[in-house]
């Protein structure tokens, strides 16, 4: 952790402590995990992770209105912004993930075919690595209270074989929830991407 990121750590654990009913009681643990997402993201992610449903609805309205609302009801929950359930994290594993970008400048509408992805834990952190594809998000996974994960990461392009750190090119730079469906599928949540949409859906089911 740098500087930067080590004062805005200290400072938030300050606020936390004097938070506690108004006595200087420590943050619990839990508290001090969820808010490492905070200090990693640059304060336009931050920004674009507060209007993720605005985001949401702003796309699905105008896909609507282009024509594509049959399409987008066949989704079902998939794209209803408030069909999250009670969260359970999601295991490691090799996972099978489909994107569909929502809104836009270009096509309103779009549905991919399935790719092969990975949840893993490397060095305490759980990850969110995209195996195939011309665009692939790749980061971490952040606690964030008992609800979801933030994603943090970057978009890896064609036959490049290594990602930009997150922070290094913020064309590249990626934030997004990770909330939970039914009792196998999860969605990824990228409000504002750089390229093409106005959000990017990522489900994400068991691999077979």
Not at 88 to 100: M, Q, W
């Amino acid at each position: 952790m740098d500087g930067a990121m080590m004062i805005g750590f200290l400072a938030f654990a300050v606020a936390c402590s004097a938070a506690q009913d108004g006595e200087n009681q420590p943050c619990t643990n839990a508290a001090l995990a969820g808010s490492e997402w905070r200090v990693q993201a640059t304060e336009d992610d931050r920004d674009r992770l507060r209007r993720w449903r605005s985001a949401f609805v702003e796309g699905l309205t105008q896909a609507r209105a282009e024509g594509h609302g049959a399409a987008i009801a066949a989704e079902g929950a998939l794209l209803d912004p408030d069909a999250a359930i009670p969260f359970v994290d999601i295991p490691p594993g090799d996972y099978r993930c489909r994107t569909l970008k929502v809104g836009g400048a270009y096509l309103s509408y779009v549905a991919y075919p399935y790719f092969n992805c990975r949840i893993h834990k490397a060095d305490g952190k759980m990850h969110f690595t995209t195996l195939d594809g011309s665009q692939r998000p790749i980061g971490i996974l952040y606690p964030d209270g008992d609800t979801r994960r933030i994603f943090l990461g970057t978009l890896q392009l064609g036959d490049e074989q290594r990602s930009f750190r997150y922070g290094d090119d913020r064309e590249r730079d990626m934030a997004g929830i990770l909330d939970r469906l039914d009792e196998r599928r999860w969605r990824l949540l990228l409000p504002y991407p750089r390229f093409e949409s106005t959000i990017d859906v990522i489900e994400i089911v068991p691999g077979e």
